[in-house]
T-cell receptor, first 113, second 114 residues
Framework: SQQGEEDPQALSIQEGENATMNCSYKTSINNLQWYRQNSGRGLVHLILIRSNEREKHSGRLRVTLDTSKKSSSLLITASRAADTASYFC?????????????FGSGTRLQVQP | ETGVTQSPTHLIKTRGQQVTLRCSSQ?????VSWYQQALGQGPQFIFQYYREEENGRGNFPPRFSGLQFPNYSSELNVNALELDDSALYLC?????????????FGSGTRLTVV
């Protein structure tokens, strides 16, 4: 089963607008990561936020993490048509040994030019 | 360019057959993980290899098996293919001991079982 669940499942916005995607998870984590995927191809790592961090920025990306609510959000500011993709959150759970990521089901973002 | 190379990019197999997928990890990475991504879903963890040993496994049957070689490249083998095995198979490499634990994914192998 999926650890993380993204919300919304699909999002359509106009170029220049901001896009916000949310992710909820179930277990304690070491960190939470966001990935981007174009048209069913490979995943591209966007940003990682550790469990002791509350907010992180990278360029037009802003990620927040609320461990008390087991939730995270990804904000893409000033969106561009090239941002059209699926976005996944993935948790690196507190678990002995393995470094398995548990992914949500993703948000499909469509940015209209 | 991700540094992780997967082959082949596409593959069509018949139900009951066996398949081997290959992955060359990014230079300096000693850990390889395999994921299965069904259409419209997020990737699901299959297993991970670290220094040629299996280092964790997801909820997949034994007919999914793997190998990691001394150069840290890896293979995913699937026996007795079923229609539900049709998916994108992703390989990710990482380096243990370096925090944060970043993963570099390949572009995947699209497997279709008919």
């Amino acid at each position: 089963s999926q650890q993380g669940e993204e919300d919304p499942q699909a999002l359509s916005i106009q170029e220049g607008e901001n896009a916000t995607m949310n992710c909820s998870y179930k277990t304690s984590i070491n960190n939470l990561q966001w990935y981007r995927q174009n048209s069913g191809r490979g995943l591209v790592h966007l940003i990682l936020i550790r469990s002791n961090e509350r907010e992180k920025h990278s360029g037009r990306l802003r990620v927040t993490l609320d461990t008390s609510k087991k939730s995270s959000s990804l904000l893409i500011t000033a969106s561009r048509a090239a941002d059209t993709a699926s976005y996944f959150c993935a948790t690196d759970a507190v678990d002995t040994g393995r470094r398995a990521l548990t992914f949500g089901s993703g948000t499909r973002l469509q940015v209209q030019p | 360019e991700t540094g992780v190379t997967q082959s082949p990019t596409h593959l069509i197999k018949t139900r009951g057959q066996q398949v081997t997928l290959r992955c060359s990890s990014q230079s300096g990475h000693n850990t390889v993980s395999w994921y299965q991504q069904a259409l419209g879903q997020g990737p699901q963890f299959i297993f991970q290899y670290y220094r040629e040993e299996e280092n964790g496994r997801g909820n997949f049957p034994p007919r999914f098996s793997g190998l990691q070689f001394p150069n840290y490249s890896s293979e995913l083998n699937v026996n007795a293919l079923e229609l539900d095995d049709s998916a994108l198979y992703l390989c990710a490499s990482s380096s243990e001991g370096i925090a944060p634990y970043g993963y570099t994914f390949g572009s995947g192998t699209r497997l279709t079982v008919v």
